[in-house]
């Protein structure tokens, strides 16, 4: 395997040539600019600059490069003896005047490692530049998630514990989220880390059906990509402070400048958020859902050589909250005396919302990141590598039977240990008909979890302790992949790609004294095809295959084996992206298949107080979704997009055996998998413009629904949360360095829940809910100096 990888991670070398590679950034003289064309004169050779301005070319010796984009002059530069650039556009004002409507400009991504025009990408991509992540008020994953047709991404118990789905597939409770997380370039395997707080960003975007290929195992759904903005050569400072109702403070400050002129260049970002909370726990009238996190973030580029250049990164997070506040049943089968009046209901207007437990609960993430990229060009060929470190500590403690009896309290700490290291290789984009990309990957897991809960016999007055998880789990993975687009004529593209996984599972389990180990070797393919049926329509279809791990749980019982099942999907995909009226409509589409195998779910077992996963042995998911942008008018945009996805379990299989016995369930043949939201959408208004000449005013408004959902197997009515929509809004005026923003999330106080738990998913418990935020709003101003 050794000489597989070193030879696979040489072939690229062959590739060098006797063009001249040029780098550098562009700006409008103060702002990096995003999606500006870059074309070498006389060809056909060209690029467009990435979400930080950047751009890499390779050109004949002495080119000249001609810089366009809408509302500033062309610029042509002679490249003679020059191989990093600095461009400084200049506005067009008579252009400016002379365009009565401009269309949409083109937001770049990197969903296939390399940065292109969405429009021009054959996969499902939502991307969102630093313009449009300001404009929403992006800041987590959870509110961009409002804005992607099939995504949704909820938080409940505790802070770190996160449940995404993403196109009929659903991330269980202790399990891995079904799509790779990589920030600036980094993947994140911990999922504790989906819903961290954002800022000073420069591209957030989602790709979507396998991405394996691409980004290795667990992308089974698809894979979010964030990177931040980076260093730059000029001195900018930007102070941001906010206050909102719950007490909601908000400090932001970001520093960026040359540490070298032209050489070295940093960048610092922190920010302190505090929120009191709204959600009251009526058993002693104390705010439960609150909220405190700190974050740093250093970044250092140098530029050692006009071919080299190293990045690195450290971020500290430190994060603490409420934890374990749910709703719950008094009606259930267990307690009744001392409970509170009324009913659960999984639509929450419609019955007995009310949280009301006597052990208080909190929750606490830390984390600490660094990173090292090492970045190459010798010639036709860019070479990266990417070494990075990630530890997470996390905790939560509190009630267990959710009302005010003094019986369970629940405990829990794991920590999540990461090293990773990526060697990269692509060519550096070319004229030619093939751009490809290969590598070789290697990463190191160690998870250690604790999880227990303390409760007492009613009969005698004792105190039980139980130790529900001890455990370490290690995963240790060598992969090499490759990826290559073909141009077969003009119009028509062909790409395949491949990842090879070797992954070993190992489980040292601590109450049992037993060691449980296990090694997979998975092929992961893709393939596409693209063809530009016009200028401004590019239809394509797609194969993936999808593929997220197993794992071990903590005993045998008749509701779970001891190890759960690696999942596995085969998806078909057939989808469009146009654009129409001078680009000022856009409308893309898909429509997908997937088979899918060993669909794992999550369940508590109350008669041995163990949690564990199983496996359905067959499911099938068919969705499609839209996503359209139309210019109505120089001052207003309209943007809509609507999913729909029918996710169904088609084999159950069984699943458990204490002494002969197990759990059939082919009782579930032909229900809807839980936690999935039938269909969502969103429409929302945008709005640009200067009142006066200094003066200019941003606003929107964004209306999101997430469709019905069922909470169990049996797809019981008593289970089921009806649709249900949530209204934000934000509007900002900006005059020269001063920015002032008013926003309100949930503005109509929608009362909700992100997760429903009914009681015979944990043996006969009671029924709980966990509440979504009520209606917040607030206020900020950011200078920059």
Same mark, same amino acid.
């Given at each position: 395997?050794?000489?597989?990888?070193f030879t696979?991670?040489?072939?690229?070398?062959?590739?060098?040539?006797?063009?001249?590679?040029?780098?550098?950034?562009?700006t409008?003289?103060?702002?990096?600019?995003?999606?500006v064309?870059?074309?070498?004169?006389?060809?056909?050779n060209?690029?467009?600059?990435?979400?930080?301005?950047?751009?890499?070319?390779?050109?004949?010796?002495?080119?000249?490069?001609?810089?366009s984009?809408?509302?500033?002059k062309?610029?042509?530069v002679?490249?003679?003896?020059?191989?990093?650039?600095?461009?400084?556009?200049?506005?067009?004002?008579?252009?400016?005047?002379?365009?009565?409507?401009?269309g949409f400009t083109?937001?770049?991504?990197?969903?296939?490692?390399?940065?292109?025009s969405?429009?021009?990408?054959p996969?499902?991509?939502?991307?969102?530049n630093?313009e449009g992540?300001?404009?929403?008020?992006i800041?987590?994953?959870?509110?961009?998630?409002?804005?992607?047709?099939?995504?949704?991404?909820?938080?409940?118990?505790?802070?770190?514990?996160?449940?995404?789905?993403?196109?009929?597939i659903?991330?269980?409770?202790?399990?891995?989220?079904p799509?790779?997380?990589?920030?600036?370039g980094?993947?994140?395997?911990?999922?504790?880390?989906?819903?961290?707080?954002?800022?000073?960003?420069?591209?957030?975007?989602? +790709?979507k #059906?396998?991405? =394996?290929?691409?980004?290795?195992? /667990?992308?089974?759904? &698809?894979?979010i990509? !964030?990177?931040?903005? $980076?260093?730059?050569?000029t001195?900018?400072?930007?102070l941001?402070?906010?206050?909102?109702?719950?007490?909601?403070?908000?400090?932001q400050?970001?520093?960026?400048?040359?540490?070298k002129?032209?050489?070295?260049?940093?960048?610092?970002?922190?920010?302190?958020?505090?929120?009191?909370?709204l959600?009251?726990?009526?058993?002693?009238?104390e705010?439960?859902?609150f909220?405190?996190?700190?974050?740093?973030?250093?970044?250092?580029?140098?530029?050692?050589?006009?071919?080299?250049?190293?990045?690195?990164?450290?971020?500290?997070?430190?994060?603490?909250?409420?934890?374990a506040?749910?709703?719950v049943?008094?009606?259930?089968?267990?307690? +009744?005396? #001392?409970?509170? =009046?009324?009913?659960?209901?999984? /639509?929450?207007?419609? &019955?007995?919302?009310? !949280?009301?437990?006597? $052990?208080p609960?909190?929750?606490?993430?830390?984390?600490?990141?660094?990173?090292?990229?090492?970045?190459?060009?010798?010639?036709?060929?860019k070479?990266?590598?990417?070494?990075?470190?990630?530890y997470?500590?996390r905790?939560?403690?509190?009630?267990?039977?959710?009302?005010p009896?003094?019986?369970?309290?629940?405990?829990?700490?794991?920590?999540?240990?990461?090293f990773?290291?990526?060697?990269?290789?692509?060519?550096?984009?070319?004229?030619?008909?093939?751009?490809?990309s290969?590598?070789?990957?290697?990463?190191d897991i160690?998870?250690?979890?604790?999880?227990?809960?303390?409760?007492?016999?009613?009969?005698?007055?004792?105190?039980?302790?139980?130790?529900?998880?001890?455990v370490?789990?290690?995963?240790?993975?060598?992969?090499?992949?490759?990826? !290559?687009?073909?141009?077969?004529?003009?119009?028509?593209?062909?790409?395949?790609?491949?990842r090879?996984?070797?992954?070993?599972?190992?489980?040292?389990?601590?109450?049992?004294?037993?060691?449980?180990?296990?090694?997979?070797?998975?092929v992961?393919?893709k393939?596409?095809?693209?063809?530009?049926?016009?200028e401004?329509?590019?239809?394509?279809?797609n194969?993936?295959?999808?593929?997220?791990?197993?794992?071990?749980?903590?005993?045998?019982?008749?509701?779970?084996?001891?190890?759960?099942?690696?999942?596995?999907?085969?998806?078909?995909?057939?989808?469009?992206?146009?654009s129409?009226?001078?680009?000022?409509?856009?409308?893309?589409?898909?429509?997908?298949?997937t088979?899918?195998?060993?669909?794992?779910?999550?369940?508590?077992?109350?008669?041995?107080?163990?949690?564990?996963?199983?496996?359905?042995?067959?499911?099938?998911?068919?969705?499609?979704?839209?996503?359209?942008?139309?210019?109505?008018s120089?001052?207003?945009?309209?943007?809509?997009?609507y999913?729909?996805?029918?996710?169904?379990?088609?084999?159950?299989?069984?699943?458990?055996?204490?002494?002969?016995?197990?759990?059939?369930?082919?009782a579930?043949?032909?229900?809807?998998?839980?936690f999935?939201?039938?269909?969502?959408f969103?429409?929302?208004?945008?709005?640009?413009?200067?009142?006066?000449?200094?003066?200019?005013?941003?606003g929107?408004?964004?209306?999101?629904?997430?469709?019905?959902?069922?909470?169990?197997?049996?797809?019981?009515?008593?289970?089921?949360?009806?649709?249900y929509?949530?209204?934000?809004?934000?509007?900002?005026?900006?005059?020269?360095?001063?920015?002032?923003?008013i926003?309100?999330n949930?503005?109509?106080?929608?009362?909700?829940?992100?997760?429903?738990?009914?009681?015979s998913l944990?043996?006969?418990?009671?029924?709980?809910?966990?509440?979504?935020?009520?209606?917040?709003?607030?206020?900020?101003?950011?200078?920059?100096?």
């Amino acid at each position: 395997m050794r000489n597989v990888l070193f030879t696979l991670l040489l072939l690229p070398l062959l590739s060098l040539g006797q063009r001249t590679t040029i780098s550098g950034v562009v700006t409008d003289g103060s702002d990096v600019l995003p999606g500006v064309n870059i074309l070498e004169k006389g060809t056909t050779n060209g690029v467009t600059t990435d979400f930080n301005g950047n751009f890499q070319i390779s050109v004949a010796s002495g080119a000249v490069l001609n810089f366009s984009y809408i509302g500033f002059k062309n610029q042509e530069v002679n490249t003679t003896d020059k191989t990093v650039l600095s461009i400084a556009m200049e506005e067009d004002a008579k252009a400016l005047d002379e365009v009565v409507v401009q269309g949409f400009t083109g937001v770049v991504g990197r969903a296939r490692k390399r940065t292109e025009s969405i429009q021009s990408i054959p996969e499902s991509v939502t991307a969102l530049n630093s313009e449009g992540i300001e404009k929403n008020g992006i800041n987590n994953v959870t509110n961009f998630a409002k804005l992607v047709p099939n995504l949704k991404l909820n938080s409940s118990q505790a802070a770190g514990i996160n449940f995404l789905t993403i196109r009929g597939i659903p991330q269980i409770r202790n399990a891995d989220a079904p799509v790779a997380f990589v920030i600036d370039g980094v993947t994140i395997p911990d999922p504790s880390l989906l819903n961290q707080e954002l800022f000073d960003l420069a591209l957030i975007e989602v +790709v979507k #059906g396998p991405q =394996g290929a691409l980004y290795g195992k /667990n992308a089974i759904g &698809g894979a979010i990509n !964030i990177y931040s903005k $980076e260093p730059v050569n000029t001195n900018k400072n930007n102070l941001t402070l906010g206050y909102g109702n719950a007490n909601a403070l908000l400090t932001q400050f970001v520093s960026s400048g040359a540490i070298k002129k032209d050489k070295v260049f940093y960048r610092l970002s922190t920010q302190f958020k505090n929120f009191d909370g709204l959600l009251t726990n009526e058993y002693n009238n104390e705010k439960v859902d609150f909220s405190r996190e700190f974050n740093v973030r250093g970044q250092i580029i140098a530029r050692i050589a006009d071919n080299f250049k190293a990045s690195a990164t450290l971020q500290f997070i430190d994060v603490s909250g409420g934890a374990a506040y749910y709703s719950v049943n008094p009606t259930g089968n267990i307690f +009744v005396d #001392g409970a509170p =009046g009324g009913t659960l209901s999984p /639509n929450p207007e419609d &019955g007995n919302n009310v !949280i009301n437990h006597d $052990e208080p609960g909190k929750s606490d993430i830390n984390n600490a990141f660094g990173s090292l990229s090492l970045e190459y060009t010798p010639g036709k060929v860019k070479m990266q590598s990417i070494t990075s470190y990630n530890y997470v500590d996390r905790s939560l403690s509190g009630d267990l039977d959710f009302i005010p009896f003094d019986d369970f309290t629940q405990g829990e700490t794991a920590e999540t240990r990461t090293f990773n290291q990526e060697l990269r290789f692509n060519n550096v984009a070319s004229e030619g008909k093939i751009n490809w990309s290969a590598g070789g990957f290697y990463q190191d897991i160690e998870k250690p979890f604790f999880q227990d809960g303390l409760s007492s016999d009613f009969d005698l007055n004792e105190l039980f302790y139980g130790v529900a998880a001890d455990v370490i789990n290690t995963t240790k993975t060598y992969a090499l992949f490759g990826f !290559i687009d073909y141009k077969l004529t003009d119009k028509l593209t062909a790409s395949a790609g491949f990842r090879y996984d070797n992954d070993t599972f190992k489980q040292e389990d601590h109450l049992s004294g037993d060691t449980f180990e296990r090694s997979n070797n998975i092929v992961q393919p893709k393939a596409s095809i693209s063809y530009q049926a016009t200028e401004n329509v590019l239809v394509y279809t797609n194969y993936g295959r999808g593929y997220r791990t197993g794992g071990f749980n903590p005993a045998v019982t008749d509701r779970f084996n001891r190890d759960y099942e690696d999942e596995l999907t085969d998806n078909f995909e057939l989808g469009f992206k146009s654009s129409m009226w001078n680009n000022r409509f856009i409308l893309n589409g898909s429509a997908f298949y997937t088979d899918f195998s060993n669909q794992q779910q999550y369940i508590f077992d109350l008669d041995t107080f163990f949690p564990g996963n199983y496996n359905y042995d067959k499911s099938r998911i068919i969705g499609f979704e839209f996503d359209a942008k139309l210019r109505l008018s120089k001052y207003l945009d309209l943007l809509a997009n609507y999913g729909f996805v029918d996710s169904e379990i088609t084999e159950g299989g069984t699943t458990g055996g204490v002494d002969g016995t197990a759990t059939d369930l082919n009782a579930f043949n032909g229900k809807k998998t839980p936690f999935v939201p039938q269909n969502n959408f969103n429409i929302g208004l945008e709005s640009s413009f200067a009142l006066t000449e200094k003066i200019n005013f941003d606003g929107s408004i964004n209306l999101n629904s997430t469709g019905k959902t069922y909470w169990d197997e049996n797809n019981s009515d008593a289970f089921t949360t009806n649709a249900y929509q949530l209204l934000d809004a934000r509007a900002s005026i900006s005059f020269d360095n001063l920015k002032f923003t008013i926003w309100g999330n949930n503005i109509l106080d929608k009362q909700y829940y992100t997760e429903y738990v009914p009681g015979s998913l944990f043996g006969g418990f009671d029924d709980f809910g966990w509440r979504g935020r009520p209606a917040t709003y607030g206020a900020s101003v950011s200078i920059n100096f």
